[in-house]
């Protein structure tokens, strides 16, 4: 028959003061889930019906926020622009009034945003195509 081996009571009191300053540990697989969640998830702002002075403020703090978050991309839905109302003004340029089209240029030449941004391209088909705009972020080392 074996022998039941025995911990010493020294070693005892180190295990329970090791484990006690781990503080709360999940299982490793529950946080490859919960990071692969956020590596996936797209924060997305849809700018449907807002003018254009709305748009570029919600535009702006969205943006900030996003990269204060460290996310890597957002989805920015502007519409196509085949209801503006700027196809009823003469004096209005359409390209310049339409969310499409002010929304990226509003962008590029803020250089607060701009600082944060890598590139902006055109949206998936499945995520609004023409209607929408990928941001992906610089590398967030400030926080």
Do not use: C
């Amino acid at each position: 028959m074996k022998k039941k081996f025995e911990v010493p009571p020294k070693d005892k009191r180190d295990w329970n003061t090791f484990t006690e300053q781990m503080g709360d540990v999940s299982p490793k697989n529950v946080d490859l889930v919960e990071s692969n969640i956020l590596l996936k998830e797209i924060p997305k702002l849809d700018l449907h019906g807002l003018s254009l002075e709305k748009a570029h403020e919600k535009t702006e703090k969205f943006i900030i926020e996003s990269f204060n978050n460290k996310y890597k991309k957002v989805l920015i839905v502007t519409g196509k622009g085949k209801r503006s109302k700027a196809h009823e003004n003469p004096y209005i340029s359409e390209k310049l009034s339409i969310l499409k089209y002010s929304v990226p240029d509003y962008i590029r030449n803020n250089k607060n945003l701009a600082s944060k941004i890598n590139k902006i391209t055109d949206a998936s088909l499945k995520d609004g195509g023409e209607g929408a705009i990928y941001i992906f972020f610089k590398n967030n080392k400030n926080l």
